[in-house]
Every structure is written in structure tokens, then in C-alpha cells.
């Protein structure tokens, strides 16, 4: 992939007026992404001589002296991202000008596929000033991103420089010999997430047998054959022990400790299915004897019922944010049983 054909564009600074040029920065920049077709951005928040703005930008930043270009992109996205990752080709290089603080820029575009997701390294101003963050997105995500930050005068700058860029990486994605999106073998550590109702611990269970990974149901620790249930406390004690294991499946949503589980995957599974399946889901398991919970449903629980209702509103914007706080994971999302069977009989 090094011998990619590379683009050159040049823009001019609409927004502000000429005046002069005193300086030319070399920049290295990176278009990431990883196996389950996300890429990574920075987002930034400013309020300076450039305006209130909020922005979408690639990771990236000057080339220090000594310094070549593929050491400096992977170096910024170290310190920016907390990745380490792989170059695989050069995409091009956007010349062009911030006339308000009299500079031109050169910078170097590079795909990068992140290996893998640490700490990140930023500096005092870019925790202090620029608020500088980490966005997940999706092709088509990102896209929209950018067209929405044309609403400032840097953003639609930024947008023109790294818009091309974009679409260029996906050129070069597509080109890749092809690997299906189900082609993706889970980790040892692995969270099944979603709505009552989706399959969790079915899919658990087959997932266990393909795999061998020791299966814990939450349901089946919090809960008791008499329908009382353990405290608290003593629930959070026996999730952690199962945490600090080398391996596992742990399946059950049980928002209030999604985030200690998040931490401690490497695999994040999210049946993210609408409220008419998960309800076929309850109603079709009424009567029936099940290993996740210590008890057979004779009937449709109210409480259950209005979980499914509120799901999509109250918890899945949370599962959907923590994805994008803990960017190192593995996240397989599939939107119908069918996909999720597909997933499990290709890996």
C-alpha cells in the first residue's frame, strides 16, 4: 500500500484577509481507523483569535526538528490519541494558509491503522485550551461532523483541508482486499450488552461453547430462587473477583456498572435490536426453564416491559458513549439476531 497514488491540493484562506506570510509549518497528520471500520478524530473546543468554535480535526501536529514524517504522525498520535499504530501509505499533502496569524501550512496526510489504544500524552494547552478529546465515528459520521463545523470560519478551513482527505482514505479502504464485517473474533474478555429481550444470554451460551471461555449471568448472581436479591454491595464485591479473572463472558446489562465492566474488556458485544424484536424476545421465553435466571417467567413483567420502552431513549445513549470513551476495544454492534448468528457461525 506504500505505493498509493498521492493527491496535492491547494487552498487559499477565504475567511480572513491577505496580508503577508512570515512562516511556513510542516505538519504530519493521520486519517486513523481500525478493524471494525471506525476513525478517529480529535475534537477541539476554542475560544481564541480565531473565534468560539468547536471542530472536528485529524490528529496531527508539527514535525520537530530531526524529525521524519512517519515518525512524527505516529508520535503525534501517541500523544493525541494514545494509539499506537501502523502507517500504510502516505494519502497527500494540503497546502494551505491561516492569514489571520500570517502562516502557511503543509501538511502531510497519512492512513493509519490503530494497533492498539493507550494513554494519552497531551499538553497543558491542549488539555487547558483546546479541551482536545477523542470521536469515534463512522465514515458517514464523520462526514457529517465536519459539515456541521462549517458553521465558523476555522471549521469550514478545516473542513476544505481535510474533507478530500477523507474521502481519499476511503478510496484506498475499498481498494484493500475485501474482509467481512463479521470476520472478527472476539477476545477473552468479553460484555454482551442490549435490551431485555435480545438474546444476551442465548448468545452467551453459544458463544461459550464455540469458544470454552468460562459464562457468568448476572441475573443469576444478583438474584435469588425466591425473586429477592443480594445487596449492592455484596453484587459489586462478586462482579469484581469475576472482573480480576483472565477470561471470561459476562452477560447482562445492568447499567449502573457498565463502566467498570467497559474498563476491564477487551470485547464489547451490543445487541442493539428495536423494541418490537426485544418484546418478541420476552414473550417467546414465558414458561420456558432458563439457565440465566434462577426461576421460570409465567408471565410478562410491567417493570420489563417499560425498560424495553425506555431502553433506546435513557440507555443506550450511555453504551454508545462509554464505546466512544474506551476507543481501545473491541465493539462488534449488531442490529438483528440474524447478524449476530452470522457473526457467531463465521468466528
Known amino acids: 500500500m506504500?505505493?498509493?497514488?498521492e493527491i496535492y491540493i491547494e487552498l487559499k484562506d477565504d475567511e480572513w484577509p491577505f496580508e503577508y506570510t512570515d512562516h511556513d509549518r510542516m505538519i504530519a497528520r493521520a486519517?486513523?481507523?481500525?478493524?471494525?471500520?471506525?476513525?478517529?478524530?480529535?475534537?477541539?473546543?476554542?475560544?481564541?483569535?480565531?473565534?468560539?468554535a468547536t471542530l472536528i480535526e485529524t490528529s496531527g501536529g508539527g514535525v520537530e526538528k530531526g524529525e521524519d514524517l512517519e515518525s512524527a504522525v505516529k508520535r503525534e498520535l501517541k500523544e493525541e490519541l494514545g494509539a499506537e499504530a501502523e502507517v500504510v501509505c502516505k494519502l497527500g499533502i494540503v497546502s494551505d494558509y491561516y492569514n489571520l496569524i500570517h502562516r502557511h501550512n503543509i501538511n502531510n496526510y497519512y492512513l493509519c491503522k490503530a494497533l492498539s489504544f493507550g494513554e494519552k500524552h497531551l499538553m497543558p494547552d491542549e488539555i487547558e485550551d483546546f479541551h482536545l478529546s477523542t470521536l469515534r465515528l463512522s465514515y458517514e459520521e464523520a462526514e457529517r461532523e465536519y459539515e456541521k463545523r462549517r458553521n465558523t470560519p476555522l471549521g469550514r478551513l478545516i473542513?476544505?483541508?481535510?474533507?478530500?482527505?477523507?474521502?481519499?482514505?476511503?478510496?484506498?479502504?475499498?481498494?484493500?482486499?475485501?474482509?467481512s464485517s463479521y470476520d472478527r473474533s472476539p477476545g477473552k474478555k468479553i460484555i454482551i450488552l442490549g435490551c431485555p429481550g435480545s438474546g444476551k444470554s442465548t448468545?452467551?451460551?453459544?458463544?461459550?461453547?464455540?469458544?470454552?471461555?468460562?459464562?457468568?449471568?448476572?441475573d443469576n448472581i444478583w438474584w435469588k430462587p425466591d425473586r429477592t436479591h443480594i445487596s449492592r454491595d455484596e453484587f459489586d464485591e462478586k462482579l469484581e473477583a469475576l472482573l480480576r479473572e483472565d477470561a471470561w463472558i459476562i452477560d447482562?446489562?445492568?447499567?449502573?456498572t457498565y463502566e467498570v465492566r467497559f474498563a476491564a474488556c477487551d470485547t464489547v458485544i451490543f445487541l442493539d435490536y428495536d423494541e418490537e424484536e426485544c418484546m418478541k424476545g420476552i414473550c417467546s421465553r414465558i414458561g420456558e426453564e432458563r439457565t440465566d435466571i434462577p426461576w421460570t417467567e409465567s408471565s410478562i413483567d410491567p417493570e420489563l416491559v417499560a425498560e424495553v420502552r425506555n431502553y433506546r431513549s435513557e440507555k443506550r445513549p450511555v453504551i454508545l458513549s462509554l464505546i466512544e470513551?474506551?476507543?481501545?476495544?473491541?465493539?462488534?454492534?449488531?442490529?438483528?439476531?440474524?447478524?449476530a448468528q452470522r457473526w457467531l457461525s463465521e468466528n
Open 159 to 179: 473542513a476544505n483541508r481535510e474533507l478530500p482527505m477523507l474521502r481519499k482514505a476511503k478510496e484506498v479502504l475499498s481498494a484493500l482486499p475485501e474482509k
Open 2 to 5: 506504500k505505493n498509493t497514488e
Open 31 to 52: 486519517i486513523v481507523y481500525d478493524d471494525s471500520g471506525y476513525f478517529y478524530f480529535v475534537r477541539v473546543q476554542r475560544d481564541d483569535h480565531f473565534g468560539k
Open 252 to 256: 447482562g446489562d445492568y447499567s449502573r
Open 325 to 339: 470513551k474506551y476507543p481501545g476495544k473491541q465493539v462488534l454492534i449488531f442490529k438483528s439476531r440474524e447478524e
Open 203 to 218: 448468545l452467551a451460551r453459544n458463544l461459550q461453547s464455540k469458544t470454552g471461555l468460562p459464562l457468568y449471568h448476572l
